[in-house]
């Protein structure tokens, strides 16, 4: 698939050192978009990228059933090949209360969770980021390093 359709469907910005994928609202069947995300996380696992935002408030589709969340999570834990963590950014009538994706999504080794704002979004990809280099023995920068 070439860049240019994934931008087609993507709008991909730079944050924080985080790449930002945006779902446009051109994009109007699910079973696409979720391939067209898998492909980007492809590629941003193929340039070392440790983590990835995505933005689906714009989705012009209906809200998946529990099924088309097991393949959707599915499909982007198998592109990601447990090199990823992921947060993504969604409208409230999208979460499951329960957050079966991201359970279904750690059952097959992709770490994702899932908010309504992206302050939180990033807040916990940053919270992630701490704890990594907490478990490889830095600290990130500013942070007392625990004893």
Same mark, same amino acid.
Request: charged share 35%; aromatic share 6%.
């Given at each position: 698939?070439?860049?240019? !359709?994934?931008? +087609? ?14 779902? *446009?609202? !051109? $994009?109007?069947?699910? +079973?696409?978009?979720?391939? /067209? ?9 193929? @340039?070392? $990228?440790?983590? *990835?935002?995505?933005?689906?408030? +714009?989705?012009?589709? $209906? ?14 834990? +198998? ?13 409230? @009538? ?15 080794? *992709? !770490?994702? $969770? ?14 992630? /980021?701490?704890?990594? *280099? @907490?478990?490889?023995? /830095? ?9």
């Amino acid at each position: 698939m070439s860049r240019s !359709t994934l931008h +087609d469907s993507l709008r991909l910005e730079l944050m924080d050192d985080v790449p930002v994928a945006r779902l *446009l609202s !051109t $994009q109007r069947v699910f +079973d696409r978009a979720v391939e /067209r995300v898998a492909e980007f996380i492809r590629e941003t696992v193929a @340039e070392g $990228q440790p983590h *990835l935002l995505l933005d689906v408030r +714009d989705a012009a589709f $209906q809200s998946p059933s529990v099924v088309d969340r097991m393949r959707m999570v599915r499909l982007w834990a +198998d592109a990601a090949d447990g090199r990823l963590r992921m947060v993504v950014v969604a409208r409230p @009538e999208f979460i499951d209360p329960e957050r079966f994706g991201v359970v279904a999504a750690a059952n097959f080794g *992709l !770490t994702v $969770q899932v908010f309504e704002r992206e302050e939180d979004a990033f807040a916990w990809l940053r919270a992630e /980021r701490a704890a990594e *280099l @907490e478990r490889r023995g /830095r600290a990130p920068r500013g942070a007392p390093r625990s004893e």
